[in-house]
């Protein structure tokens, strides 16, 4: 093979997400499908480093040199550091969270990107028993979603332009029917919960303690919104609470590198109706109500 001078990321990416889609079609085998989540994956990697080089193009280092600076001012391309001739670029995480400053409102994906991120990883490295099924949905539908979210967002595109009325057709298709029968199982569970609550019966819910309740040393930093709750219509609340990523700095001293919010829990105190699953509150409160609490927090 002759060699390239640059891969492009925006031309891998498109490629990667082509032939991952290829091999996950219904009558491949499990090899194929682990590899076209992995292709997906690594795929989506790349249209994040597409859209941070097209804000910068020394976003996508990992750390910048002076060097690099020069040749950016002087409009080279970013100078060879590695044998293979490529420079350390950013992870999918640090990628995202490098976007999510320029974008805030991409903040409310990055519990989904930490599920990418696991998922990825479980493919290429783990081994031992697992759902295939649930990981290939989990992937392709958050893939699906954020990068549909990026178009919007960070490229004022439609993902049809961006990845072709095939490939988008595919992918959006796929996350529709998954997201369609993650509230259809919901439903029938409100269902069962609603003929209970009109006899009499106790709800079969887990007991959960709203933060704001428990006894702790450490201030409750959740915030409460009010619902109605679906199954008696009385007033619910649902906690947003606040996930810390925590590095340790050069001298072992613990630094915040990251803080988001994440749905914790519906509750209903009149019925004792509850919900703990992030998935699961966000399929009933309703992705656009999520963006709107997660966005209001951001100011
Ligand atoms: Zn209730």
Known sequence: MS?????????????????????????????????????????????????????NQLMVLQKVEFQDVLNFRKGKRIGAKNTDGSKNTVTLQEGFDRLVKIFPELKMEMHNIKEIVNDRNFL????GDFSLGKT????????????????????KKSPVEIFGE???????????????????KLEERLDFLKRLYLHDEKLTCQKIQ???????LIPCQATYDIYNCPICNGKALVETDWDIDVDRDDFGVSVLTNAYPSLNAFVCSKCGFTLSDYEEIETLIGQETVRK???MENE
């Not at 290939?136 to 490229?155: D, M």
């Not at 709203?210 to 702790?216: A, G, T, V």
């Open 3 to 55: 060699t390239q001078k640059y891969l492009e990321y925006f031309d891998s990416a498109i490629g990667l997400y082509k032939q991952g889609l290829d091999l996950l079609s219904p009558e491949k085998d499990d090899i194929s499908i682990i590899s076209g989540c992995i292709l997906i994956a690594i795929g989506f990697e790349k249209f994040i480093k597409y859209v941070l080089e097209k804000e």
């Open 293 to 295: 609490i997660f966005t």
């Open 136 to 155: 290939e949905k989990r992937i392709r539908a958050n893939v699906t979603s954020i990068s549909e979210l990026i178009c919007s967002v960070c490229l």
């Open 124 to 127: 290429v490295h783990g081994s």
């Open 166 to 184: 095939n490939t988008w057709e595919v992918m959006k298709n796929f996350r529709d029917a998954y997201e369609q029968s993650k509230a259809l």
């Open 210 to 216: 709203l933060l704001k309740d428990q006894k702790s």
